[in-house]
């Protein structure tokens, strides 16, 4: 009886063992196969240390970084001021802001540094630094260089809540006057001033960046340096320095000059002395 089913008990078992062997090929194939996981090696961190802002990779090491210290001159933000108002207000940025931004991976990129703070009545204000890279044409002739510059800068005002009025938008107008070649960091001595508004058919807007002296930004930190290393110095501290050198040797000259002249003075004045003392006895003979 049992030889008459022995042909289905094996179809059975042959069944079966197909069975668990795809299933243990797919187990196997789940195993061999990578985990989908979230990438965050990309995630940057934002820091304020000693005086410093930036961007941070996630190892640690900046890839943007300021040294800075700005106030607000606000003469029009956001209120339709009448023709003789030439009032204006003076908003510091202070100490306690919050930092983000965005970092370059090479020179195709734009990197970017905003400065966010709030006001005791409620107001939000949020200052945004843009910066690219480009080649430009150097000093030698059928050459060029990369540097970066500061390419826009913003500022965004969100009015309190309880206050009437709508976000107003300010951006830069005047030449930039930040920027360094590709790999150093740009240093200025001397205050700088950067003046924002906005199109005319917007909220009113007209405000000035004003930058403490010893401003210092390193906009693409490609060499992954834990500092600003080499510093651009900027133009206007340039132009104050040679006319402070110009200034102390006009001084050094003048002081020459008096000098030599009073020397003349006091040696011509000796001269006409000696010569009316020796001509004196024979005006007496006769």
């Known amino acids: 009886m049992l030889a008459a089913y022995f042909p289905f008990l094996l179809l059975l078992t042959l069944l079966a063992t197909h069975t668990c062997s795809e299933d243990a090929l797919h187990s196997s194939d789940q195993t061999i196969s990578p985990k989908s996981t979230h990438n965050t090696t990309n ?7 000693n005086g410093k802002i930036g961007i941070a990779f996630p190892d640690g090491v900046p890839c943007l970084m300021a040294q800075l210290e700005a106030r607000l001159v606000i003469r029009q933000l956001g209120k339709v001021k009448k023709e003789y108002d030439d ?12 930092v ?3 970092c370059a991976a090479n020179v195709n990129d734009k990197s970017e ?18 910066f690219a890279a480009e080649k430009v044409e150097s000093s030698i002739k059928s050459t060029w260089k990369w540097t970066w510059k500061l390419k826009n ?24 006057q930040i920027w360094a070649p590709l790999k150093q960091s740009f240093l200025c001595k001397h205050a700088l001033n950067i003046t924002l508004i906005n199109n005319p058919a917007e909220q009113p ?8 002296a010893n401003m210092q930004i390193l906009a ?23 006319l402070t050198r110009l200034k102390s040797s006009s001084t050094v000259s003048c002081g020459f000059v008096l000098g030599a002249c009073a020397v003349a003075t006091i040696i011509g004045h000796s001269v006409k002395r000696h010569w009316s003392f020796v001509q004196q006895p024979y005006f007496n003979l006769e």
């Open 153 to 176: 800068a913003t500022l965004a005002y969100f009015p309190p809540i309880e206050k009437e009025g709508e976000m107003v938008t300010c951006y830069m107008t005047n030449k930039s």
């Open 205 to 212: 807007c007209n405000v000035i960046v004003q930058y403490k």
């Open 220 to 242: 693409y930190n490609l060499d992954k340096s834990n500092d600003f290393g080499n510093t651009y110095l900027c133009d206007r501290s340039k132009e104050i320095g040679i």
């Open 100 to 102: 983000f931004g965005k």
């Open 113 to 130: 540094l905003t400065i966010v703070w709030a006001t005791d009545d409620g107001g939000k204000y949020e200052l945004s630094h843009s």
């Open 43 to 49: 995630s940057l961190k934002t820091f304020t240390n």
């Open 87 to 98: 009032t204006e207000s003076i908003l510091y940025i202070p100490s306690h802001h919050t």
